[in-house]
């Protein structure tokens, strides 16, 4: 599997987080990478560096958005922002390092992917 950072997907996040007025997303905090090689079928993954890492290596929170080339790359561009609207909603409100589940209490995450991608676009286009 091969890793190269993803300057694109960086500057789609920083867009998303601005636009919905995200404002517990740290964007300097969140890495981006575009993998090839991988056996995965998701689109994107997001992977986050837990507490116990944090303090044994003095570092803050942050989270690495990965998007697999092989499908993320074919998906038009509004299917890639929801994509990456889906793996920002995995990050906490209190941006701790920890992921959120799919389903929670009161939460489905594919339901809130779609509403805030609607919202998205419909501010862009204000």
Known sequence: MEWS??????????????????????????????????????YARIWAMPKIFQ?????????????LAKYYDKKNDDDKKSILIHEILHIPKNFSGALLSHRGR??????????????YKSKLIQ
Request: hydrophobic share 35%.
């Open 55 to 67: 303090n044994a290596l003095g570092i803050q929170p942050a989270y690495v958005i990965e998007v």
């Open 5 to 42: 950072e993803a300057k694109d997907v960086k500057r789609d996040i920083i867009k998303i987080v601005k636009t919905l007025d995200l404002a517990h997303i740290d964007t300097s905090r969140i890495f981006c990478y575009r993998t090839t090689g991988s056996s995965s079928r998701s």
């Open 106 to 119: 009161g939460r489905h995450l594919h339901k809130e992917a779609d509403k805030l991608f609607r919202e």
